[in-house]
């Protein structure tokens, strides 16, 4: 089966990454990281993590697509949900964006799945995350798949990454969270 694994960062895709790339996800023989991002803010933000994203991919031979960045369209897409909490309804609203045009990529481009790790952080609630995903629009199915939490830390550990300290959008740096 050939996936697509949508990533927003390299600090919470480096596990899963490793472990596909490692061939330790069964059924599981092809992929890419899907780079789609639209949700970062600023600019010059979306563009340190797209780098660092590229950086790890490169790193390990590992395919990746960047996709375009229109943050316009995403406000958009969230308008009137501005002042929600994080892990509030702006936040599904965001998984979907993303899921679906993961679900078109996918479709158009010949693989099989779409997974994630959008939920990863301790910051966000993977059955949100899983609930956006199999909901989103599109005939291509959806794998909630558990990544290896520990792998990702020990790599976070050894590896000088890039690391934003608030989830993406401009509402998420009002309320970044303390720690
Ligand atoms: S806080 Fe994060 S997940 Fe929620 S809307 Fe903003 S960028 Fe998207």
Redesign the pocket.
């Known amino acids: 089966m050939k996936l697509v694994l949508v990533s927003c960062c390299a600090p919470c895709s480096a596990g899963a990454i490793k472990q596909l790339h490692n061939g330790e996800i069964p059924d599981i023989d092809d992929f890419i990281v899907l780079f789609f991002n639209p949700?970062?803010w600023p600019e010059s933000e979306y563009t340190k993590r797209m780098q660092e994203q590229m950086r790890y991919c490169e790193s390990l031979g590992v395919k990746y697509k960047i996709c375009e960045y229109n943050h316009d369209a995403w406000r958009a897409a969230?308008c009137g949900f501005e002042n929600e909490p994080?892990?509030g309804a702006?936040?599904s609203?965001?998984?979907a964006y993303r899921f679906e045009y993961a679900k078109k990529f996918a479709r158009e481009n010949g693989y099989d799945a779409v997974s994630s790790v959008?939920g990863v952080s301790k910051h966000?609630d993977q059955l949100q995350v899983d609930a956006a995903g199999e909901s989103a629009p599109g005939d291509i199915l959806y794998l909630p798949i558990k990544w290896d939490e520990k792998l990702r830390q020990q790599i976070n550990r050894e590896t000088d990454f890039y690391r934003q300290n608030y989830?993406?959008?401009e509402?998420?740096v009002r309320?970044k969270p303390k720690n």
């Open positions: 949700n970062i969230v994080e892990r702006r936040c609203i965001c998984f959008l966000k989830c993406g959008c509402f998420s309320n």
